[in-house]
């Protein structure tokens, strides 16, 4: 079964601190593994896909298969940062869902 | 990037009646797009898959003659939610693939429907 769990419903850090927003996942294949953002009264906006590898206002996550975690990290948290971040996953096989975590709600205070 | 558009933003309608929400890309064609629900403080539940020109597959659980889908072309799906009651209300999100750019998927912006 396709499961993705984000443990933290919310996570509150200060401005300036590093960031991890947790996710793990099941799925029985490879794959694809992504975080989406919602900042307030928008729509979702894809930040991150694995395979692109990238860094996206400075936020960077990385696949571990050995431990089925694909984790966003920032090392130091700015204002704009605080929205509502989903992490989701896909099958690899072309036009499938994305199944999505319950998301975490991130508050980076001043 | 590629844009998908919903319409309406909110509706408003009462028990008993029908609501059709519109879903639109753009910029791009999609052979495929996804209707999800979200309730308050939850995540995205996946309703159905609405393919071009095929009837839409529904997740399990999803009444599918309740939640009519149709993808009549290749830039629209609609939602129609059928003898609404309260229960239904909630946030409506579609998502569309565009095949172009990775089989990226993007979402639009989300219906609000209140049934009173």
């Known amino acids: 079964a396709q499961r993705v769990t984000q443990p933290e419903k919310l996570l509150s850090v200060f401005k300036g601190a590093p960031v991890e927003l947790k996710c793990n996942y099941s799925y029985s294949g490879s794959p694809e593994l992504f975080w989406y953002v919602q900042y307030s009264r928008q729509r979702l906006q894809l930040l991150l896909r694995h395979i692109s590898r990238e860094s996206i206002k400075g936020f960077t996550a990385d696949l571990n298969k050995g431990e089925t975690s694909f984790h966003l990290k920032k090392p130091f948290a700015q204002e704009e940062d605080s929205a509502m971040y989903y992490c989701?996953?896909?099958?690899?096989?072309?036009?499938?869902?994305?199944?999505f975590g319950k998301g975490t709600r991130l508050s980076v205070i001043a | 990037g590629a844009v998908v558009s919903q319409h309406p933003s909110w509706v408003i309608c009462k028990s008993g009646t029908s609501v059709k929400i519109e879903c639109r890309s753009l910029?791009?064609?999609?052979?495929?797009m996804f209707w999800y629900r979200q309730f308050p403080k939850q995540s995205l539940m996946l309703m159905a898959t609405?393919?071009?020109?095929?009837?839409?597959?529904?997740e399990q659980g999803v009444e599918k003659d309740k939640f009519l889908i149709n993808h009549a072309s290749l830039t629209l799906s609609t939602l129609t939610v059928t003898s609404a009651h309260p229960e239904d209300s909630s946030f409506y999100i579609c998502?569309?693939?565009?095949?172009?750019?990775?089989?990226?998927?993007?979402f639009g912006e989300g219906s609000w429907l209140t049934v009173v």
């Open positions: 989701a996953l896909r099958g690899n096989s072309g036009n499938t869902p994305l199944v």
């Open positions: 609405s393919n071009e020109g095929s009837k839409a597959t529904y």
């Open positions: 998502s569309a693939i565009f095949s172009s750019s990775g089989n990226t998927i993007y």
């Open positions: 910029d791009f064609q999609a052979t495929t």
